[in-house]
């Protein structure tokens, strides 16, 4: 099936410091959303991006709908310890398709 | 509160005893789907259900079973369970017919199959 390829997998920063990830795909997206997962909760919405160009923020955090719409990226600007979790990206081929597809995700750690 | 249930949120089993996992949603959405999450792979959708009565295989639908039959759940059944499908499992909901509607996650059923 498709893949979402996510980087970096994992991360170490500093307390204070911006964290920039990205999702890319060999295949055209319509929909890209951004998800947080922390240890035993399910994935929670950070950000949707529904046009190509799109760039949204919610709080810290900013994500772009890239142009060529196979990729996105996510940014945290000066990270805090619990923005620490996995970040998974996934896409959605077509307006009203059903199936979203999931990136493996990066795996974020703040240190103090 | 607007949320997703899943039931239990552990379950230990021995390969071959039948078992289900429940998911019930407040929202009174359309759409319905169940995801596992292995190391490395993310989520990959097992089943999803457009409305009532109406199901189709996601990309691992094998060694699972899912019914429809009242729009608020969505049970997950493992006829036969198998080592292999010692996983995290996710339940999810939308509205379906809304382009712009993400999905909602329940909060996991870790499953293993000795």
């Known amino acids: 099936g498709q893949q979402l390829n996510q980087s970096p997998q994992s991360m170490f920063i500093q307390e204070g410091e911006d964290v920039s990830m990205n999702c890319t795909s060999s295949s055209i997206f319509n929909t890209w959303l951004w998800y947080k997962q922390e240890p035993g909760e399910g994935p929670v919405l950070l950000i949707a991006l529904y046009k190509a160009g799109e760039l949204t923020s919610n709080g810290r955090l900013t994500a772009q709908f890239g142009i060529t719409r196979k990729d996105s990226f996510l940014n945290i600007s000066a990270s805090i310890p619990s923005d620490v979790g996995i970040y998974f990206c996934a896409g959605r081929r077509d307006n009203y398709g059903q199936n979203f597809v999931f990136g493996p995700g990066t795996r974020l750690s703040v240190l103090p | 509160e607007a949320q997703v249930t899943q039931n239990p949120r552990y379950l230990i089993t021995v390969t071959g005893k039948k078992l289900t996992v429940t998911c019930s949603q407040n929202m009174n959405h359309e759409y319905m789907s169940w995801y596992r999450q292995d190391p490395g792979l993310g989520l990959r959708q097992i089943y999803y259900?457009?409305?009532?009565?109406?199901?189709d295989k996601g990309d691992v639908p094998e060694g699972y079973k899912v019914s429809r039959k009242e729009k608020r759940n969505f049970p997950l059944i493992l006829e036969s369970p198998s080592p292999n499908q010692t996983s995290l499992y996710f339940c999810?909901?939308?509205?379906?017919?809304?382009?712009?509607?993400?999905?909602?996650f329940g909060n996991g059923t870790r499953l293993t199959v000795t």
């Open positions: 259900s457009m409305n009532v009565e109406v199901t």
């Open positions: 999810a909901s939308r509205i379906g017919t809304v382009y712009n509607s993400p999905l909602h």
